[in-house]
T-cell receptor, first 112, second 112 residues
Framework: GENVEQHPSTLSVQEGDSAVIKCTYS??????FPWYKQELGKRPQLIID?????GEKKDQRIAVTLNKTAKHFSLHITETQPEDSAVYFC???????????FGAGTQVVVTP | ETGVTQSPTHLIKTRGQQVTLRCSSQ?????VSWYQQALGQGPQFIFQ???????GRGNFPPRFSGLQFPNYSSELNVNALELDDSALYLC???????????FGQGTRLTVV
């Protein structure tokens, strides 16, 4: 079955710096890679996703890259702001995008 | 803000009891997935329902069961509750199998 590993588990950055979170997956059939942001006590919110036929996708300060050969995908947040502080989860799916395997999460803390 | 709603928001049950959690999917969504999120961990896939049929199941015992109604709302039932069942239970709905999944706010279940 699918196994998604996520690193680092915690990430502290100064406001304005960049943050990078990396994930690896094991199932070659995976073709959909979403990223969710979860604030304390709230629901996971989809912030960006990428499909296997695309290598990179950007949405304002957030970008995701995918290396299918290496089975790696990464989230990049530029110009971090205090409101970016949250837990970020990567996930991978194949035959259904609601049937996801999640990473363990990265606690991002942005200090002013 | 998504249209996925779950009830109840919090629940306390005694070990050995049974519990039913409910999820109303976003309007027009025919796919509902259920996840268990233990404290400090990523969501774990329980099962998915697509047009009232189970469409895949994660590594959870048979005492976790569910169903989906003609209006695409869904229930998660857990029998013979164990202490380790204490977690946040999330449902996510999708317009179709291969479209983005949006999460509800979750039900916090505590088993004592």
């Amino acid at each position: 079955g699918e196994n998604v590993e996520q690193h680092p588990s915690t990430l502290s950055v100064q406001e304005g710096d960049s943050a990078v979170i990396k994930c690896t997956y094991s199932d070659s059939a995976s073709n959909y890679f979403p990223w969710y942001k979860q604030e304390l006590g709230k629901r996971p919110q989809l912030i960006i996703d990428i499909r296997s036929n695309v290598g990179e996708k950007k949405d304002q300060r957030i970008a995701v890259t995918l290396n299918k050969t290496a089975k790696h995908f990464s989230l990049h947040i530029t110009e971090t702001q205090p409101e970016d502080s949250a837990v970020y989860f990567c996930a991978a799916g194949s035959d259904s995008w609601g049937k996801l395997q999640f990473g363990a999460g990265t606690q991002v803390v942005v200090t002013p | 803000e998504t249209g996925v709603t779950q009830s109840p928001t919090h629940l306390i049950k005694t070990r050995g009891q049974q519990v039913t959690l409910r999820c109303s999917s976003q309007s027009g969504h025919n796919t509902v997935s259920w996840y268990q999120q233990a404290l400090g961990q990523g969501p774990q896939f329980i099962f998915q329902y697509y047009r009232e049929e189970e469409n895949g199941r994660g590594n959870f015992p048979p005492r976790f069961s569910g169903l989906q109604f003609p209006n695409y709302s869904s229930e998660l039932n857990v029998n013979a509750l164990e202490l380790d069942d204490s977690a946040l239970y999330l449902c996510a709905s999708s317009y179709r199998l291969n479209t983005e999944a949006f999460f509800g706010q979750g039900t916090r279940l505590t088993v004592v």
